[in-house]
Nanobody, 119 residues
Framework: QVQLVESGGGLVQPGGSLRLSCTFS????????MGWYRQTPGKQRELVAR???????NYGDSVKGRFTISRDNAKNTVYLQMNSLKPEDTAVYYC?????????????WGQGTQVTVSS
């Protein structure tokens, strides 16, 4: 069974940095598309960044140039480096795994980690 465990959230001042990690188990990590999404109360979950098995990446417009997604297939882990954080980045961040190698392309989600940007 696929499991995703996120870590690295917390409280940071505007302009600061955080790195989120998400460790995957229960499938073939190297063949998954991995992503980070975020959600605030009353709003839909939105894409932050995504990285495919071939390392192609794409980002939400609001984080381009500030956030970087990366993956370490040896550690079954995907990272989100967040720099120049703004108060509007405050949200619960969720890790997503898309098993593109599996019939039906099932998606799995982590439990979420809170990121708060405030002085």
């Amino acid at each position: 069974q696929v499991q995703l465990v996120e870590s690295g959230g917390g409280l940071v001042q505007p302009g600061g940095s955080l790195r989120l990690s998400c460790t995957f188990s229960g499938g073939i990590f190297s063949m998954c598309a991995m992503g980070w999404y975020r959600q605030t109360p009353g709003k839909q979950r939105e894409l932050v960044a995504r990285i495919r098995s071939g390392y192609f990446t794409n980002y939400g417009d609001s984080v381009k140039g500030r956030f970087t997604i990366s993956r370490d297939n040896a550690k079954n882990t995907v990272y989100l480096q967040m720099n120049s954080l703004k108060p509007e980045d405050t949200a619960v961040y969720y890790c997503n795994a898309a098993l593109t190698y599996s019939p039906g392309n099932p998606n799995y989600w982590g439990q979420g980690t809170q990121v708060t940007v405030s002085s």
